[in-house]
């Protein structure tokens, strides 16, 4: 087995609150300064910059894995991790679909805008991306899992946006692969309250919406090799793969 260091949750200029200098390339080079092997791209209720962003990666010794992350009707955050293409398109199509029609105003919140390799500007959405979709989390996570995707409560120690903030408990019946803690987040301190979690994987990200945040709070993955699948295992904690939120877990 190998361990990688892995960023879970990163942001492109894309998202409202992305800074510009947020460039699929400058993530994937400033992922690398930091020694970060996966890098997963997480636009608010968007995926338009994931296929950009690998295309950055070809050559370079580094995994992107592609997503979302999605606001529930609970105004909880959850990430989304999708297997290919096609289900990332099938993601797309379905964030078009139930994101309400609140128009952004790139002055109050920021630009939201698509690039190229060649960094021309080739959309921009109207709506804002930050709005909550009218699905519920369940709903969200049933359909992320019917696309083959893995679906992970975000930043689950936070006071706001995450879905222990919005409802009190993560609930039973649904289905995740996992939960994530932010940078100062503390399993320890997670599960002294909420202990149906001890079973469940826990990863840490970076949140990153700026270029010095990128790669700053990693969690580690213990795979064979990089790939959606060997992730999947890890997160399931299967055939001896598994997720670190430290080295000195190891």
């Known amino acids: 087995m190998n361990i990688y260091k892995a960023d879970l949750h990163t942001h492109t200029l894309f998202s ?3 800074d510009l200098e947020m460039t699929p390339d400058n993530i994937i080079a400033l992922a690398l300064e930091q020694g970060v092997d996966v890098i997963a791209i997480t636009d608010h209720n968007s995926t338009r910059h994931c296929r950009l962003a690998e295309h950055y990666s070809h050559n370079r010794d580094i995994f992107v894995l592609c997503g979302a992350e999605i606001t529930t009707k609970e105004e909880a955050h959850c990430l989304a991790y999708m297997p290919d293409h096609e289900a990332l398109d099938k993601l797309q199509a379905y964030l078009d679909e139930h994101l309400p029609d609140i128009p952004n105003n790139p002055d109050i919140f920021g630009d939201q805008v698509q690039i190229d390799e060649d960094f021309n500007i080739i ?29 992970v409560p975000a930043h689950i120690d936070k006071t706001t946006t995450s879905l222990i903030s919005q409802l009190g408990f993560i609930p039973f019946d649904l289905e995740y692969d996992a939960v994530e803690l932010s940078k100062h987040g503390q399993k320890d301190e997670i599960l002294k309250v909420h202990k149906y979690l001890k079973n469940k994987a826990f990863t840490r990200s970076s949140d990153a919406h700026l270029p010095d945040v990128v790669g700053t709070a990693p969690c580690y993955l213990e795979l064979e ?3 959606f699948e060997e992730i999947a295992m890890a997160l399931h904690g299967e055939k001896g ?3 670190l939120l430290s080295m000195d877990e190891k």
């Open 241 to 243: 793969r598994r997720v």
């Open 16 to 18: 409202p609150c992305g």
């Open 123 to 151: 959309y921009e959405e109207p709506r804002l991306l930050t709005s909550a979709l009218d699905q519920s989390v369940n709903q969200v996570a049933d359909f992320v899992h019917s696309i083959g995707g893995l679906f």
């Open 225 to 227: 090799t990089r790939s």
